[in-house]
């Protein structure tokens, strides 16, 4: 820990402190107000601070705590590799139910993602995608840990370079064994090549090698994080307690032994933590970007944030309109709806932004989809059809989205949520729930399509 990054911290917080626990670089402080400055404190690594009050404290520091794994001098095995391959010749299988999308990890030997959906009488139609069927282990010097039969370390001596890869996980940074699962069904995104998952094991005494989460961290590339209590046996893949450092701070010039501010909400009973740094208030997305909610393949929406707030007649005309686009994903890949023009997906990094076109709109191609498949405006939503997106590689035709506008009475007035999945290889549903629906949805005619009589 450095002076300066405490120093830090306490400025932030001081002038408005309202808790005693800090978290800085995921260390834990805890906060003290012992009273007058002793004659003789016990430590010069000091700071005096003054609050918005205008009262004085000199905060004591901790010293720098240097962090050893030595506890660990020997260990006689086995490796975390033949800790995990134990798993794995018990034929275990986990499934992890999501909205629209189920996953199956049986370890070793495949992983996938299915939705099951019932037709008439009890015929059952079955989509499927493999995202992993063979066992490959990474390479390199962060893994080599991985394959170690035993540990031995003299006393005082710093394994750092043994440490586990770590990930962070509930805000904690959690040592993982990891293996990829290869030659998944094929990708159309990416030429043709395999699907693949990378599966992180983390230790968790409690765990039933289940799986936490499961997400798509690049084109048809998952990484899978499961709970392992196996992996707890090993030492350096248990999940350390983050220790807590004491900041004495002491009154000085008469000042209260506790400040004003603290003192005044003392009486909340429920504790707050503050993170040391700057933080950015939310950006204010501008017209034709709207900030929503979505999932990626059939995970459940999150929370429903609201949009800015704007005139309800003038946002209705700009949606229709095709000016007021709708932007959602949290994953890795982002979404687009433009109104009467066109759905898509993206991504955006340093190298540039990759698109693909799902759909895009024309009239009489959705009155003739409309007609054909017997479509009819629901009391709480419409369904409208954009095909002639990007070709698709696996079937070779081009992609088709069905935009389902749905009627959300339970959200701000001018909330948006947004959301993806993909029923059948290349054609998509995409969900868009809002309240400004509900009124549109009185305008569709015989085809579905709205018209909303908004004042010029």
């Not at 070793?108 to 139609?125: D, F, S």
């Not at 998952?197 to 289940?210: A, D």
């Not at 095709?322 to 066109?342: A, I, M, P, S």
Request: net charge negative; glycine share 6%; aromatic share 8%.
């Amino acid at each position: 820990m450095e002076r300066l990054s405490m120093c830090g911290l306490l400025i932030a917080l001081l002038p408005t402190v309202c808790s005693d626990l800090l978290q800085s670089n995921n260390m834990l402080f805890q906060l003290n107000w012992p009273g007058n400055l002793p004659v003789n404190p016990s430590s010069d690594n000091s700071v005096v601070m003054r609050t918005a009050d205008n009262e004085r404290y000199e905060c004591i520091l901790p010293q720098d705590r240097l962090q050893h794994d030595s506890d660990v001098v020997n260990y006689p095995g086995p490796s975390p590799k033949s800790i995990i391959e134990a798993v794995f010749k018990k034929k275990i299988c986990t499934v992890r139910i999501e909205t629209y999308w189920s996953y199956e990890l049986c370890h070793g030997r495949h992983i996938r993602q299915y939705h099951e959906e019932k037709l008439t009488g009890k015929e059952t139609k079955l989509q499927e995608f493999s995202l992993g069927t063979s066992v490959e282990y990474p390479t390199g010097e962060q893994y080599k840990l991985q394959e170690m039969d035993t540990i031995t370390v003299s006393e005082g001596q710093d394994i750092h370079d043994l440490k586990a890869p770590t990930t962070l996980l509930e805000g904690k940074e959690v040592p993982f064994f990891e293996l990829i699962m290869t030659d998944g069904s094929t990708c159309d995104l990416k030429s043709g090549e395999p699907r693949k998952t990378h599966v992180l094991y983390i230790c968790e005494e409690t765990g039933r090698n289940e799986i936490y989460s499961l997400k798509e961290t690049s084109s048809c590339e998952y990484e899978a994080i499961v709970l392992s209590p196996v992996l707890c046996t090993h030492p350096l893949y248990k999940v350390k307690d983050t220790p807590v450092s004491n900041i004495n701070c002491y009154a000085l010039d008469g000042a209260p032994r506790i400040p004003v501010s603290y003192d005044k909400l003392i009486a909340n009973p429920q504790k707050k933590q503050y993170s040391a740094g700057k933080t950015k208030p939310p950006k204010t997305p501008t017209k034709g970007q709207t900030s929503s909610s979505s999932t990626t393949k059939g995970a459940a929406p999150p929370p429903k944030p609201s949009i800015p707030s704007l005139d309800t007649e003038q946002l209705v005309k700009d949606f229709l309109s095709g000016d007021h686009c709708l932007h959602g994903g949290q994953g890795w890949w982002k979404y687009e709806f433009c109104y009467g023009k066109f759905a898509q997906q993206y991504h955006q990094d340093k190298n540039g932004r990759t698109e693909v076109v799902l759909g895009t709109w024309n009239k009489e191609e959705h009155i003739e989809w409309w007609t054909r498949n017997s479509k009819n405006v629901g009391s709480r939503s419409v369904t409208h059809f954009y095909a002639h997106g990007d070709i698709c590689d696996i079937t070779g035709k081009p992609r088709e989205v069905q935009v389902r506008l749905k009627c959300s009475e339970n959200m701000q007035p001018h909330a948006v949520s947004i959301y993806l999945i993909e029923p059948s290889t290349c054609e998509y549903i995409l969900g868009v729930e809002s309240p400004i629906i509900c009124e549109l949805l009185e305008t569709a005619d015989e085809h579905g399509l709205l018209h909303p009589k908004i004042q010029e």
